[in-house]
């Protein structure tokens, strides 16, 4: 067995905790001039999901780290450019990284891996008709970028998971990279011809595996600051054994972290600096990366967090949404939020201390104001007798 390298920084658990704020873009002025598609650039990875209650996660990313960017301009950002025939080129595709994400275009190159993996397996066990792929390919390339129901219909008549073939088809081109999906258009994947969609400089597969590996963990390094192999790896769902192929030529430095009972590694230039600067105060998407790997979560910020959509409602603790509350360079409680008009609604409010009620309003405000809501309505705190010095301060 291989012996670590000897790590050649001792960090403490708060400039640990400090440097994952930075990398994160939580912690010091943000760059607004790179706007949208900076933040994109810099987290390298934007978690999809069908949720939406405030908006959508993919939106509460760049907002939580920008503030009230508008919704519009976050789309725009994203997309704009992307379909259409012509000199357009995409900012953005969508891929399977971390999950369903969208990710920078400059990307392209680094996922080769897993396109080349998913050619040479079988998914989903759907079997297709003789000519279904073709005939999906031959449509795209004639008329151009398409949604499922465009291209024949996403679902066959039935069961809601029954997708039809054209479905199964063009998902399937685009695991293997001869479709791309370009953008979302009411919340469906738009498909394109890659060769059409992506620039030539990007497109071939031209990455061996262990090159593609080796970019992706830096990557996920310096989109981190520090991590531990599974908080590194687990950034666009890599396995262990293929980062322990590639992290000692990854330019990622060994690192002790205290309290960390694994080793970790850090983005060196994030080691060259104090990190200062002021904290943001937001809401978070529960699928935000800076909380969405649970033990690494509960290992920074000592905050447990569980996402409970899915946990039958009378099981629920602190909601079906529930957001935590970042301030402070802390993660100082939750509010579950709906929306009923122009009120932004806390259906339930779970704080630990008097000393966050503050914090948690100012979020609520600042998210109300985002989505147009004029006035926020809270329904239930954890500590009812801090009701009434949350309603003051959102006064």
Known sequence: MTSLPR??????ADEARRIALRAQG???????????????RHLGAVQLDTISVLARSHE??????????????????????TAGVGPARPHAFEYWSHAACILPIEEWPHFAFRRRAYRTRPHWHHDLPDGAYDTVIK?????????????????????????SDAKVAVERALMYGEVVCTERR??????????????????????????????????????????TRADIADYHRLKGEQFDAVVADSGLVPVAVEGWDKPAWADPAALE??????????????????IWERARTERIFGFTHRLEAYVPKPKRIHGYFAMPVLAGGQLVGRVDPAREGSTLVAKQVSVDSPKAVPAVAQALREAAS????????????NRPELTAELVHALS
């Open 186 to 227: 009411s919340w469906k994947r738009v498909y394109d011809l890659a060769e059409r969609a992506i620039p030539d400089p990007l497109l071939h597969d031209d990455l061996d595996d262990t090159e593609c590996l080796r970019r992706l963990v830096r990557l996920a390094g310096q989109a981190l600051g520090v991590g």
């Open 7 to 12: 790590p050649a920084t001792d960090l403490s």
């Open 139 to 163: 449509q795209l390339t004639a008329e151009g970028p398409l949604t499922a129901s465009e291209l024949g219909g996403a679902k066959n008549k039935g069961e809601w998971w029954d997708w």
């Open 273 to 290: 600096t104090t990190p200062r600067g002021r904290h943001r105060t937001t809401l978070l998407s529960p699928f935000d990366s800076l």
């Open 60 to 81: 509460l990313i760049p907002y939580a780290r920008l503030g009230a960017v508008g919704r519009d301009r976050v789309e725009s950002a994203y997309w704009d450019g």
């Open 26 to 40: 939580f912690l010091g002025a943000p760059d607004r001039r790179s706007g949208v598609r900076g933040v994109l």
């Open 370 to 381: 985002w989505v147009n809501c004029d006035s926020v309505r809270v329904e239930r705190v």
